[in-house]
Each structure stands twice: as structure tokens, then as C-alpha cells.
T-cell receptor, first 114, second 115 residues
Framework: AQSVTQPDIHITVSEGASLELRCNYSYGATPYLFWYVQSPGQGLQLLLK??????LVQGIKGFEAEFKRSQSSFNLRKPSVHWSDAAEYFCAVGAGGGGFKTIFGAGTRLFVKA | DADVTQTPRNRITKTGKRIMLECSQT?????MYWYRQDPGLGLRLIYY???????NKGEISDGYSVSRQAQAKFSLSLESAIPNQTALYFC??????????????FGEGSRLTVL
């Protein structure tokens, strides 16, 4: 069965510290992988996506993610967190062919302390 | 103005009432979706539409219906609301032609509370 697991329900990091949010997926075909961010009171915004090529992808707001096929993982990283990064982050996997095949993880809420 | 607009943004209603959530988009995308977000469950697909004549059930369609009035408009109805339909609802769009990666573009959400 297709699934996405985000093991951490919430994470707290200090401003300026590095961040890694974990994502593991189970998908039978070559996946399309996404990270979305949801700021309070807002809809989801795409941070980055991977579907082929270089396994390290760069996104907006200084985020990056690395696709590791052997580990079925697509972890999100940022070298230095800003207070404005406090939000909920969703990992998602799809097959292309349309968003109706996209499966979302449960989300990880990031808290940033001063 | 937002590319994907949802109305209302917040709604409180009572059990048994009929509720409609509306979505309009200016992105020119052919595909539209309704998702439901619950804490700890992520987003789950309710219905999706490839065009005005093509509407499909998603993972959790029971208790919901939709109408695609035009390419740019997709509404979600709860015929008889119940408390466990209290959730945050998102409309989203995607563009089949842009590499077909399945990237979704979301509205700001409609928070529904059923008492």
C-alpha cells in the first residue's frame, strides 16, 4: 500500500539552528515527491519537488531535500532556521499524472524558539 | 488576489444543516480537488474533477457531494452536516499540461464547525 510517514509530530528548534524533517514513503512506482508548508491560517505552499535528476533538490526559503531511494526517504533540511519558518510541514508522494494520486503525510509542526 | 479563493473562510453550523463551500480559481487549471485536513491525519482527498464533465470520488467521499459549475468553479456540499465533519477544508488545483508532475495549488482553507 502507498503511504507516507512523517515520524515526528512536532519539533522545536532554536532560531539559527539547523533543521531536518524526516519523511519516509512506500510507493510501488518511481515517485514524485513533494514538501509543502502550511503557515498558520494559510493554505499549503509548495517548498520543493523531486521527480528525476539530481537527488538533492533546492526549494524556496532556503530549504533543500535529498531523495534516497535505498532508504525510501525524502528528508527536508535547512541550515539555519528563522522564526518565520514556524509552520506545519507536509511530505507528499505522487505518481505524476495528476494531483489525485498524491498521498500526504500527517505533517510535522515546527516550533522555533528565540 | 489569491489564485484559488475559498468561501466562506469560517463557518459554524448545526447538525443536519446543508452547507456549501465554494472554490474559484484564476489559474486556468483544468483539475480541481477538495481535501479535508484533520490534526494528525494530514490531508485526505474527498473529490476531484478533471473537467466540468468528469468528477470522481476520492478517499473519503461519503457524506459529501460536489458540483463543477465551470472550469474555474468547484463547490463542495454537505447535505446534512454531522459533528465529525468538523474540519479544515481545502480546495486545490493542478495543471495537467505543466509537466504533469501533480503539483497542487491550494486555497487558504475553509474552517467548518458542526455543532
Amino acid at each position: 500500500a502507498q503511504s507516507v510517514t512523517q515520524p515526528d509530530i512536532h519539533i522545536t528548534v532554536s532560531e539559527g539552528a539547523s533543521l531536518e524533517l524526516r519523511c519516509n514513503y512506500s510507493y510501488g512506482a518511481t515517485p514524485y515527491l513533494f514538501w509543502y508548508v502550511q503557515s498558520p491560517g494559510q493554505g499549503l505552499q509548495l517548498l520543493l519537488k523531486y521527480f528525476s535528476g539530481d537527488t538533492l533538490v533546492q526549494g524556496i526559503k532556503g530549504f533543500e531535500a535529498e531523495f534516497k531511494r535505498s532508504q525510501s526517504s525524502f528528508n527536508l533540511r535547512k541550515p539555519s532556521v528563522h522564526w518565520s519558518d514556524a509552520a506545519e510541514y507536509f511530505c507528499a508522494v505522487g505518481a505524476g499524472g495528476g494531483g489525485f494520486k498524491t498521498i500526504f503525510g500527517a505533517g510535522t509542526r515546527l516550533f522555533v524558539k528565540a | 488576489d489569491a489564485d484559488v479563493t475559498q468561501t466562506p473562510r469560517n463557518r459554524i453550523t448545526k447538525t443536519g444543516k446543508r452547507i456549501m463551500l465554494e472554490c474559484s480559481q484564476t489559474k486556468g487549471h483544468d483539475r480541481m480537488y477538495w481535501y479535508r485536513q484533520d490534526p494528525g491525519l494530514g490531508l485526505r482527498l474527498i473529490y476531484y474533477s478533471f473537467d466540468v464533465k468528469d468528477i470522481n470520488k476520492g478517499e473519503i467521499s461519503d457524506g459529501y457531494s460536489v458540483s463543477r459549475q465551470a472550469q474555474a468553479k468547484f463547490s463542495l456540499s454537505l447535505e446534512s452536516a454531522i459533528p465529525n465533519q468538523t474540519a479544515l477544508y481545502f480546495c486545490a488545483t493542478s495543471d495537467f499540461t505543466q509537466g504533469n508532475t501533480g503539483e497542487l495549488f491550494f486555497g487558504e482553507g475553509s474552517r467548518l464547525t458542526v455543532l
